[in-house]
Nanobody, 124 residues
Framework: QVQLVESGGGLVQAGGSLTLSCAASGRTLSRNAMGWFRQAPGKEREFVAT????????YYAYSVKGRFTISRDNAKNMVYLQMNSLKPEDTAVYYC?????????????????WGQGTQVTVSS
């Protein structure tokens, strides 16, 4: 059974930075694309960033492009989300997810393993 555990969330002031980590256990996910999604209170879950299995392809939501960077370390079964220039509208629970295949995808239905989420709160 695959487990994804996010960490690194917290409270930060606007303009600040945080790095989220996602640790996978149970099986290697080196051939799976990985993604980050988020859900703010009262809103639908939304795509944030995705990375292909080889790290050759990375895609971002328009709202975070240029501020967030997704990366992975297949040897460690880890995925990261570096978040800079944080804004209050980035406040949400952030979820790490593993895709069924190796291609980067912004579609939630393409993911079959999800973490429990980590809270990110950005104060103004």
């Amino acid at each position: 059974q695959v487990q994804l555990v996010e960490s690194g969330g917290g409270l930060v002031q606007a303009g600040g930075s945080l790095t989220l980590s996602c640790a996978a256990s149970g099986r290697t996910l080196s051939r799976n694309a990985m993604g980050w999604f988020r859900q703010a209170p009262g809103k639908e879950r939304e795509f944030v960033a995705t990375i292909s299995w080889s790290s050759d392809y990375r895609y971002y939501a328009y709202s975070v492009k240029g501020r967030f960077t997704i990366s992975r370390d297949n040897a460690k079964n880890m995925v990261y989300l570096q978040m800079n220039s944080l804004k209050p509208e980035d406040t949400a629970v952030y979820y790490c997810a593993a895709a069924k295949g190796g291609l980067a995808s912004s579609i939630g239905e393409d993911y079959f393993y999800w973490g429990q989420g980590t809270q990110v709160t950005v104060s103004s």
